[in-house]
């Protein structure tokens, strides 16, 4: 949920109020040991989101598409934002690569994950079904 104003031209208490509630929540998602694919839905009503996985070999973690996105994140405007953390729980050698989804996903930085360490990234919207994703 962006933080812009309302039709009136105004931000008024109540989406102040439900945008910092969003922003406090966090839902940790246990993936399982396969290749994954992010929920657009989970990620829209989730506030932050913390995927965790125990990887016995390299594995994907693919984005929803752009449209997607612009579908479950219902009042997002150009410049709004989400951010999501995936932790590596292997102890050694088996790497998460964040994967962009089939389209109107642009990823931008260091997608790959590696053992026994995590990454955050910021998605950002670019125009209503299109969304560069940056590590932070």
Known sequence: MPLISNTNGAIDRTRLADWATLREKVTV??????????????LAAAGRVVYTMTP???????????????????DEAVGTSFEFTVVNLAAATHAITLTAGASGVTLVGSATVAAASSATFLGVFTAAD??????K
Do not use: E, M, W
């Open 130 to 135: 299109t969304v560069s994703i940056y590590r």
């Open 29 to 42: 998602v246990a993936a399982t040991d396969a290749a994954t694919t992010q929920s657009a839905d989970a």
């Open 56 to 74: 016995t070999a390299g594995r994907a973690l693919t984005t929803p598409t752009g449209a997607q996105l612009g579908t479950a994140f219902t």
